[in-house]
Nanobody
Framework: HVQLVESGGGSVQAGGSLSLSCSAS????????KAWFRQAPGKERDWVAS???????YYAASVKGRFAISRDNAKNTLYLQMNSLKPEDTAMYYC?????????????????WGQGTQVTVS
């Protein structure tokens, strides 16, 4: 049973921080690559960051140095620590996974998605 449940979104002022979590089922946690995507109102869904089962990370240029993706295998949980937030980071954030090469950034490569959590930066 594939299950991904995001939490931790909210509203924050520019320059602030938020930490997102994504709880996965045991079945879902086995997939190789886990990632975060985001979608701002009226825009396409964009890749944010990825992490392999071994812990190698990848970041979009727009968030590199401000965001950190991590995983806790004991808890089947994926995280996204977001610092120095900007208004342009406002979006719905989605936790995703699949057995794909983790450098891939396209929406079409990931078959398993959570429902999303809203982040608003003002």
């Amino acid at each position: 049973h594939v299950q991904l449940v995001e939490s931790g979104g909210g509203s924050v002022q520019a320059g602030g921080s938020l930490s997102l979590s994504c709880s996965a089922s045991e079945y879902t946690w086995r997939y190789y690559c886990k990632a975060w995507f985001r979608q701002a109102p009226g825009k396409e869904r964009d890749w944010v960051a990825s992490i392999t089962s071994g812990g190698t990370t990848y970041y979009a240029a727009s968030v590199k140095g401000r965001f950190a993706i991590s995983r806790d295998n004991a808890k089947n949980t994926l995280y996204l620590q977001m610092n120095s937030l900007k208004p342009e980071d406002t979006a719905m954030y989605y936790c995703v996974t699949d057995d794909v090469r983790c450098g891939l950034k396209g929406v079409r490569f990931f078959g398993y998605w959570g429902q999303g959590t809203q982040v608003t930066v003002s």
